[in-house]
Nanobody, 125 residues
Framework: QVQLVESGGGLVQAGDSLRLSCAAS????????AGWFRQAPGKEREFVGA???????YYTNSVRGRVTISKDDIKNTVYLQMSSLKPEDTAVYYC???????????????????WGQGTQVTVSS
């Protein structure tokens, strides 16, 4: 059983940058696909991006160019670096891990097996 703990959220202003971290225990990210999702109030949880076992990254179009996902295998931690933040980026951000080897699954919330508790990101205008 993999436990995921996110950190790094907070209140920032539009245009600022923020880096979220997701630390794993009980398993290593080298054996899973790591994904980031977010959920704004009143909205469904949506895919933000993912990093494969081989460090290939995937992003949703709304954040592409503003977001970078990276992984530190020694620290067993995945990062979500966000820049040029907008008020519409306000959400609870979740880290997740998937056992899947199907690239198409990386974008699908239901294909992730383990989830963190989430960290709040609030972007003020």
């Amino acid at each position: 059983q993999v436990q995921l703990v996110e950190s790094g959220g907070g209140l920032v202003q539009a245009g600022d940058s923020l880096r979220l971290s997701c630390a794993a225990s009980g398993g290593t990210f080298s054996r899973y696909v790591a994904g980031w999702f977010r959920q704004a109030p009143g909205k469904e949880r949506e895919f933000v991006g993912a990093i494969s076992r081989g460090d290939t990254t995937y992003y949703t179009n709304s954040v592409r160019g503003r977001v970078t996902i990276s992984k530190d295998d020694i620290k067993n931690t995945v990062y979500l670096q966000m820049s040029s933040l907008k008020p519409e980026d306000t959400a609870v951000y979740y880290c997740a891990a998937s056992r899947s080897y199907n690239v198409g699954d990386y974008f699908v919330r239901s294909k992730y097996d383990f989830w963190g508790q989430g960290t709040q990101v609030t972007v003020s205008s």
